[in-house]
């Protein structure tokens, strides 16, 4: 679909014109919920796994599904996780998944 008409609701002035939607406006109800609270936590997912009662993996599955639907890849290096770890901002679940990930590579 489209965009095809901005209309002011105080004035009524009308703009007609073929708009691209946002990149935002495409994703799902349930997806738009997850980015707010990402957001929110300032991307701590031990924060994200309390608010959402979910586990590491399924929040990790859920950003990748985001990066996908926005067509972005991850930025890689990252923070250690040892030192997210030691600053509280991950749990050592997190960190130790982190790790095993890293080692695949």
Known sequence: MIISE?????CDLRVKKDFSPCEFCQLSED???FLKIFIS???R????EK????????IKSKIEKLLKALNLSPIEGGKNP????AQGEISVD???SILKQRRKK
Do not use: F
């Open 31 to 33: 997806d738009h919920e």
């Open 41 to 43: 936590t300032q991307g």
């Open 6 to 10: 901005l209309k002011c609701p105080k």
């Open 51 to 58: 608010i959402l009662n979910m586990s590491y993996p399924t």
């Open 45 to 48: 997912i031990t924060d994200i």
């Open 94 to 96: 997190e960190a130790v």
């Open 82 to 85: 040892l030192e997210a770890l």
